[in-house]
T-cell receptor, first 113, second 111 residues
């Protein structure tokens, strides 16, 4: 089936530790996005990539890093510089950038021990 | 992108039509209206979008007023599985391409 997969579903981070969230899509989409969602809130953009080997900061990029070495993959690293990482992380993709219909993965819930 | 205003919550009886309103009075000519929903602890799901004409698909209908300042998402026969937060988003697809999700409307479908 075509779609977006995220792993793991739950992730625990210790203080001072970097963790990486996986996002893979087999929709042949050019654009990919990472959002963060806090309880009872909407989504906020962390990073986005409109094409392979290129990515841009979103509204809340501090403490996060990404790479886009392959079209189908857009991993997000939550670094130790992110002081409040507990949240629900959502990855999305679209055919092109520019607000075209986005398709979301099931999300990864990150918790700090 | 234009801002949207939605009611915080709504109830609907199972089997009845659910009509979810959205105000977007500052919408500009090249901005689309998108609707997504998010069932608890899942990723958002695309429902429908439109520019100025009414749209219908297998999930819902979208009615946009003639002046485009408001719209209504209609779920014709709501089921318990339609209980979710519904987001109305207005976007022209700017350089970032991201969608700005507000707090949406929490729809509760009751038996």
């Amino acid at each position: 089936d075509g779609g977006i997969t995220q792993s793991p579903k739950y992730l625990f981070r210790k203080e001072g530790q970097n963790v990486t969230l996986s996002c893979e899509q087999n929709l042949n989409h050019d654009a990919m996005y990472w959002y963060r969602q806090d309880p009872g809130q909407g989504l906020r953009l962390i990073y986005y990539s409109q094409i392979v080997n290129d990515f841009q900061k979103g509204d809340i990029a501090e403490g996060y890093s990404v790479s886009r070495e392959k079209k189908e993959s857009f991993p997000l690293t939550v670094t130790s510089a992110q002081k409040n990482p507990t949240a629900f992380y959502l990855c999305a993709s679209s055919e092109t950038g520019g607000g075209k219909t986005q398709y979301f993965g099931p999300g990864t819930r990150l918790l700090v021990l | 992108d234009a801002k949207t205003t939605q009611p915080t919550s709504m109830d609907c009886a199972e089997g009845r039509a659910a009509n979810l309103p959205c105000n977007h009075s500052t919408i500009s000519g090249n901005e689309y209206v998108y609707w997504y929903r998010q069932i608890h602890s899942q990723g958002p799901q695309y429902i429908i979008h439109g520019l100025k004409n009414n749209e219908t698909n297998e999930m819902a209908s979208l009615i946009i007023t003639e002046d485009r300042k408001s719209s209504t998402l209609i779920l014709p026969h709501a089921t318990l599985r339609d209980t979710a937060v519904y987001y109305c988003i207005v976007t022209s697809g700017g350089s970032q391409g991201n969608l700005i999700f507000g707090k949406g409307t929490k729809l509760s479908v009751k038996p």
